[in-house]
């Protein structure tokens, strides 16, 4: 069970871990090739919100849909405009395009789509997703394989030869060493694509409850960027502005995304909801309550 159910998950897992490896580089690639990325970052609520008024505006000028705008962050100066239509850009931190590109049109892109989605959209995340868990099965059992041989454990993560006994000697070796990590993060992976089941597990383990929370109805309207993020910035004057993104659909609030000092989430998991109707804020959710 345990040697072929990993012949068939290598597949897999070399495909996720070198995608993933090379997505943890991808700041340092963008700052590399883009030296507007390089730039000292701006914090200031109103100057982000005339940056996404000018995004917006030269969104429509092109006939272009955005989802959300990822704004820049401590290690790269640059706002990333996501496209409904699959396409993305990067702007300075004044709304100037410096690269825009179509779904799967940038090696970073591409390299992510692969990471997240095997370029299959949800089937292949599920596969993914399917993979994390199973992964951890083959983990289990190996560490059930090998309990009788650690006596024969060495602090080893070379092969002495290519025989088989040598072979099997250092695989032994490294799965131990490795073990913890290895679970950590086929877990996390896995709970990701899986977050609804997991977060009731989750819930059960810990004995908490979710905190009930219901998104606003709205009206609809051109948002006043500059009010509304300098509005959000001031619910939460400690946090980092991370994410903007536009309404989904009719009667849906924008929505604000930040990261306060004490979230792990690298953006954060509060949220300010503001109606494009009159750019002021009418809900919010704070991720340390």
Excluded: C
């Excluded at 943890?24 to 701006?42: G, H, K, M, N, W």
């Excluded at 914090?43 to 429509?60: C, F, H, L, T």
């Excluded at 799965?175 to 977060?199: D, E, Q, Y």
């Amino acid at each position: 069970m345990h040697a072929w159910a990993g012949l068939v998950l290598s597949l897999i897992l070399v495909v996720l871990g070198v995608s993933g490896t090379l997505l943890v580089f991808e700041s340092d690639y963008l700052r590399a090739t883009i030296p507007a990325s390089r730039q000292a970052i701006d914090y200031d609520a109103s100057n982000i919100g005339a940056a996404v008024e000018k995004i917006e505006r030269q969104a429509r000028a092109a006939d272009s849909d955005i989802s959300y705008v990822t704004l820049a962050q401590d290690n790269l100066a640059l706002h990333r405009v996501d496209f409904q239509d699959g396409g993305a850009a990067y702007t300075d931190q004044s709304g100037n395009i410096v690269k825009n590109w179509g779904e799967n049109g940038s090696i970073e892109d591409w390299i992510f789509k692969l990471h997240h989605y095997l370029f299959l959209g949800n089937t292949g995340k599920n596969i993914a997703g399917v993979a994390g868990f199973a992964a951890l099965v083959m983990v289990m059992t190996g560490l059930i394989i090998v309990m009788p041989f650690l006596r024969d454990f060495s602090w080893r993560i070379w092969p002495r030869s290519t025989r088989r006994r040598a072979l099997l000697g250092v695989h032994r070796d490294l799965g131990v060493l490795f073990v913890i990590p290895v679970i950590l993060l086929t877990f996390t992976g896995a709970a990701m694509v899986f977050s609804k089941p997991v977060n009731v597990l989750l819930a059960a383990v810990t004995a908490s409850t979710p905190v009930p929370f219901e998104t606003p109805v709205v009206g609809s309207g051109s948002v006043d960027w500059t009010r509304a993020i300098s509005k959000a910035s001031t619910e939460f004057p400690d946090a980092r502005l991370r994410l903007v993104s536009w309404p989904r659909a009719a009667g849906a609030p924008v929505s604000i995304r930040l990261r306060q000092p004490e979230e792990w989430h690298q953006n954060g998991r509060t949220y300010v909801y503001v109606d494009p109707a009159t750019s002021d804020v009418v809900a919010r959710r704070d991720a340390l309550r």
